[in-house]
Structure formats: C-alpha cells, structure tokens
C-alpha cells in the first residue's frame, strides 16, 4: 500500500525537521489552492483518448479542464469527452486542429508510441507545452528530434515516468543513493516483467468509428487485426490485436516490455546512476548485450511472421557503464529496481523500500534537504496520481525543468532501445554515447530511426 506524502516525510527526515521542509509546501497556498478559482484553471488539449489519456486526465481534473479531444477513434474521442468534459469539448479526428487553437496552450499526448514524435515536435514548435506519455519515442534518432526542438523552443515538456512523482519510495531511494546510503553503485538491475503471446490473429475490417490509416500514421501500413475469445461466464475476454492498448506487443508500434516498463524502471535505474555520479561524462553505458526470446523468428533484426506479438517475451541484458557498472534488464516476475553498492543493496518498486540501508535510516536519517535536492527542488503539492500532474503543472508556471524531463527520460530509454536492437540482432553492441552512435555495426546503427511514410512525416515549420 503506498504510502502518504507526509508519513513518507516522517519516515524520511527526523519528524522535528519533517515539518519544515519547504518541497511539500504543506503550510503554503498549493497549486491546489490556487486552482479553486475559475479563471486559474488550465484549458487543456488531449491527443489519444485511450486508456491513460483518460485515467490522466480524471487525476488532474482538479486544475484542468478538457476543452479539445483528438482521436483516430472517433468513438473513443466521444466517450473521452462525456467523461471529462460533459460532453463539452470540441472533438476532432486530425490532432493538428487542437494545434491551431489559440486558446490552448498546455497538451497532453497519450497516443500509441509510434504517434508521439511527430504531434510532440509539431507542439513544442507552435509554441505548447506538454505532458507526453513514456516511452516518448520509438527510436533513439526520434529522441535527438526532440531534445533538440525542446532546446530551441524553451516548451516545459514532461514525460509520463510518474514513477518519480507518484511513487515516494523511488524518490527516496534516489536520495539515499545521492547520499551515498548504498556506496558506490556495482549493479543496478531493473525487472520489468515478460512479455505476453497470442497465437495469430485474423485480419479484419477495422470498426466504422477506427480511422486505420490515421491510427498508422507515419509507420508503414499493416492490416488492422483482432480477436476475441468468446467471454465464459461474467468475465469477458480481453481482445488480441495490433490496436487500442495491445500495440505494445508489436515491434511495428513499440518496443515491448523493453520500452512499456523498461521507460519506468531503466528511468530510476539511470536516475541512481546519475545521482552517484556513475553514468559516465556522456550520460550512457559502452556497450549492451545479452539473451533474448522472442514469440517468433527474427531475420535481419525484423519479425518473420507479423501475424501475432512479436516483441520480446524472455530476457536478460547487461548495459556496461564505465568501470564495469552493470544495468542489468531482465523479465523476472519481481519487479522493481534493484541498487547494489558496496556499502548495501536496496530493492525499490511501487509500493516497497526495503535493504540494510533502508533499515539504517531510523538511527541516521537524509539530511533535511536530501529529498528535495534529487527532485530538483520543484515543489510537490499533491499525493498519488494527481502528484506528477501537480508538478508538470507547476512547472508550466514558473517555466522550470520538469522532473521528467525529456533530456533525463532519453538517456534511460535510449538504453530500452539498444537492449531492443541488440536483442533483435541477437547480438551485443558498442555504443558511443557522445555521438549517440552503435559503433562498428552498420545493420544496428541503421535501427536507430525508421522511415516514417511520407503523409505523415514531421511538419518543421
Ligand atoms: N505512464 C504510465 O504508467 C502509462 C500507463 C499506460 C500507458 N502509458 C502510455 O500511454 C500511451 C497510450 O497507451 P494506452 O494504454 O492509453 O493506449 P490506448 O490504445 O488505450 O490509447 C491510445 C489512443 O490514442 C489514439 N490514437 C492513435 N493515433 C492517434 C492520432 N493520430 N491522433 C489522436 N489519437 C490517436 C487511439 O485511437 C487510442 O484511443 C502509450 O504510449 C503507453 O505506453 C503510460
């Protein structure tokens, strides 16, 4: 059970000091308070209505409202809009629209992740701020887009690696890392879980409301394809297909468990080794490889059958940082973040803090400001799900660097992504985080982008 921010502070700091403690802004007007009033309340426009744009968007109704929907479903888009706005946003199929309006400045992209580069970049450069959804990006290449137009434009971008927010046991765990609570860091392990199967599914006629072509958009064209057992009983079956929610599962839109849990767990993984300073001056391991299963054959680094999930089911890979540093990502079922150093080891998940030097801290707690350094002293004034909304929010205010910025969130995933190349090549890597290369391997350097189909290329302005 998670536990509350201030119970959190109490276990964190001495109780004495707990209650000064600017970050948490409890004695303060929040973000929360201020956004009682009408005229405070941010216009918001949503792209993807699926399952997390909403869930999103129903913990920040407190300081948004929902004035445009865009989706590719324009059942989806209808249903988003009863359930967030009453039915009063304007609904539209083409998400450039929303780009159009004037009266929006703050989005919020929660699409399949082969659609965030593209509305992402064409956002920031008309001049919007956003929180996108994890993994921002599909290929590695993609991420250099966005760092460099996020640079150029100032735009607040957030990434939705709420893990840092919501979660006060990685935020801790980060601190105590920072503090040299663990020592100095000889393995980092992230266990994100096995990927799922399906036997293969029929292609079929998308549904009527299903914009297939703009659900695409810029990867190549694939058949729509779906099944569903027929329910037993009260429970009914959860679809099989290459569409809502399930795209994860098919390298043609993601990157599997990979990038799907990888961009959470890998995210604290490299946030631990940056905070003990032990990720390298470039900010990215030497090489990666390891052991792969994948659900059917893989020839050139491309799937053979792309009738079922094809991303990878089974694995083990070591991502090597300087002096030997292992971030190891395997599928275990134990899932969270393990921190080992040679003063102890700590295991850290959703939920769970535990390890010699968790159980240290009642004799010798963080220093008063430990917590708030890590977070990069942003105030945090809400619990939750609503708490990474709360600093996003903030943040758009006062024009900080978010905590999840897209900078910190592509160093972590570009390592998700080399595990996904290495694991589809079947081979180890050597990658130059300086020039943000795989060195000596023309076939995997050339996986670091995939050609977008020329409808939907990026539009720069
Ligand atoms: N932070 C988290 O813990 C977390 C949890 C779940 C999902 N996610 C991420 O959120 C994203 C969405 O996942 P989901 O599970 O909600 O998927 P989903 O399939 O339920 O929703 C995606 C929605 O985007 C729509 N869409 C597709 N193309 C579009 C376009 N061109 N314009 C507008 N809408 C378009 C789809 O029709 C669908 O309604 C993924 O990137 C996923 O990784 C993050």
Redesign the pocket.
Same mark, same amino acid.
């Given at each position: 059970m998670s536990i509350t921010r201030r119970q959190f502070l109490t276990t964190t700091t001495s109780l004495a000091t707990a209650v000064s403690v600017p970050y948490f802004g409890w004695q303060k007007k929040t973000l929360a308070d201020e956004s009682q009033s009408k005229n405070d309340r941010v216009s918001i426009g949503l792209?993807? *209505?699926? +399952?997390?744009?909403l869930g999103n968007l129903r913990a920040a109704s407190q300081w948004v409202d929902v004035v445009a929907i865009? $989706?590719? $479903?324009a059942g =989806?888009a209808s249903a988003a809009n009863n359930t967030l706005s009453d039915g009063k946003a304007k609904e539209y199929a083409d998400?450039r629209a929303i780009l159009d309006r004037k009266d929006i400045d703050v989005l919020h992209i *929660?699409?399949? $992740?082969h @659609?965030?580069t593209k509305p992402l970049v064409e956002a920031m450069l008309a001049g919007k701020d956003v929180y996108c959804?994890?993994?921002l990006t599909l290929t590695i290449d993609e991420g250099k887009l966005i760092r460099k137009v996020q640079k150029e434009t100032g735009r607040v971008v957030q990434v +939705?690696?709420?893990q840092r927010s919501q979660f006060e046991e990685f935020v801790k765990a980060i601190a105590m890392v920072a503090d040299g609570r663990v020592g100095k860091i000889k393995k980092v392990t992230a266990a994100i879980g096995a990927g799922p199967t399906c036997g293969p599914l029929p292609t079929v006629t998308p549904p009527a409301e299903?914009d297939w072509d =703009? @659900?695409l958009?810029p990867v190549p064209a694939v058949d729509y394809r779906y099944f569903r057992k027929p329910s037993s009983g009260k429970k009914r079956a959860r679809p099989n297909t290459n569409c809502?929610?399930e795209? =994860?599962w098919w390298y043609e839109f993601s990157g599997g468990k990979l990038t $799907?849990w990888g961009a959470?767990h890998v995210d604290i993984a490299v946030w631990a080794l940056e905070q003990a300073g032990q990720a390298g001056e470039h900010g990215g391991p030497t090489g990666i490889g390891g052991k792969a299963t994948h659900p059917v054959p893989f020839k050139n680094g491309m799937p053979v059958d792309r009738d079922r999930y094809n991303t990878a089911t089974a694995f083990l890979l070591t991502a090597t940082y300087p002096e030997n540093v292992e971030l190891i990502i395997r599928h275990d079922t134990d899932n969270g973040v393990t921190i080992e150093g040679d003063k102890g080891k700590i295991f850290v998940n959703r939920g769970k803090l535990v390890g010699a030097p968790v159980e240290a801290l009642a004799d010798d707690p963080l220093p008063e400001d430990a917590i708030a350094k890590v977070y990069k002293n942003l105030p945090m004034e809400a619990d939750g799900r609503k708490a990474h909304w709360a600093t996003f929010l903030n943040c758009v205010k006062t024009r900080k660097d978010p905590i999840s910025d897209v900078h910190s969130h592509m160093r972590a995933l570009n390592v998700c992504h080399l595990a996904g190349i290495s694991a589809r090549l079947g081979r180890d890597l050597t990658w130059d985080a300086t020039s943000e290369q795989i060195t000596g391997d023309n076939e995997a350097n050339a996986m670091l982008s995939r050609p977008y189909r020329k409808e939907y290329k990026i539009n720069m302005g």
């Open positions: 792209i993807g *209505a699926g +399952g997390m744009g865009a $989706d590719a $479903d =989806r998400y *929660a699409t399949p $992740d @659609w965030h959804e994890k993994p +939705g690696t709420q299903l =703009r @659900w958009g809502h929610y795209f =994860r $799907d959470h």
